[in-house]
């Protein structure tokens, strides 16, 4: 089983990055998946959930209308587009699979100027 993710980097405040996550080895269509992130001397807290399908959608209050969550089943794969970013999303970033509770090695993503 592996998640891997991509996508991470420094960007500027305002700025955007899309982060993808890589399955394998796993029923990933029959999966819901989601992102999470950590900050510095912070709790690991749930960024966006999407299931199986992709019909339920959700998002932790501070990136709603920012950030998209997104799957393609074909491609085992699920993304994070990230725009208008904020110092505040500092942090890395972890795909997981929600029903299995597998997690990815995570993916930097810092916002500054």
């Known amino acids: 089983v592996q998640l891997v993710e991509s996508g991470g980097g420094l960007v500027q405040p305002g700025g955007s990055l899309r982060l993808s996550c890589a399955a394998s080895g796993f029923a990933f269509r029959l999966n819901d998946m989601s992102w999470h992130r950590q900050a510095p001397g912070k709790e690991r807290e749930l960024v966006a959930f999407?299931?199986?399908?992709?019909?339920?959608?959700n998002y932790t209050d501070s990136v709603k209308g920012r950030f998209t969550i997104s799957r393609v089943n074909a491609k085992n794969s699920v993304y994070l587009q990230m725009n208008s970013l904020k110092p505040e999303d500092t942090a890395v970033y972890y795909c997981r699979a929600a029903n299995l509770d597998y997690w990815g090695q995570g993916t930097q993503v810092t916002v500054s100027s």
């Open positions: 999407i299931s199986s399908g992709g019909v339920i959608i």
